[in-house]
């Protein structure tokens, strides 16, 4: 059984900083993918565990960085220079048969419960 718990969200105003966190899981793809009222969800930044190889969608690249805790199995999500358009629910996934990196969420069967960010002056 896999419990993903994620931490960390709240409003903050556009050019702020927020660290997500994400506990419970040390699969081979953690993934953070976010969710926006009568939006999809769309992949955020995902890491391979076994060497911190970590990607980014277009949307975020140069803003926010993925990185994991060597000592347990905690991946956090440091997002700088938020933007409006980042509001959204926030959700880490896994998938214990996965070896590749997925940006589908289709792919993921475990879910945490999602963490809301809100950017907004």
């Known amino acids: 059984q896999v419990h993903l718990v994620e931490s960390g969200g709240g409003l903050v105003q556009p050019g702020g900083s927020l660290r997500l966190s994400c506990t419970g899981s040390?699969?081979?793809?953690i993934g953070w993918f976010r969710q926006a009222p009568g939006k999809e969800r769309g992949g955020v930044s995902f890491?391979?565990?076994?060497?911190?190889?970590?990607y980014y969608a277009d949307s975020v690249k140069g803003r926010f960085t993925i990185s994991r805790d060597n000592f347990g199995n905690t991946v956090y999500l440091q997002m700088n220079s938020l933007k409006p358009e980042d509001t959204a629910v926030y959700y880490c996934?896994?998938?214990?048969?996965?070896?590749?990196?997925?940006?589908?969420?289709?792919?993921?069967?475990?879910w945490g419960r999602g963490t809301q960010v809100t950017v907004s002056s």
């Open positions: 890491i391979a565990m076994s060497d911190g190889s970590s």
């Open positions: 040390d699969y081979y793809v």
């Open positions: 996934a896994t998938e214990p048969g996965l070896r590749y990196v997925s940006f589908d969420p289709s792919d993921y069967a475990y």
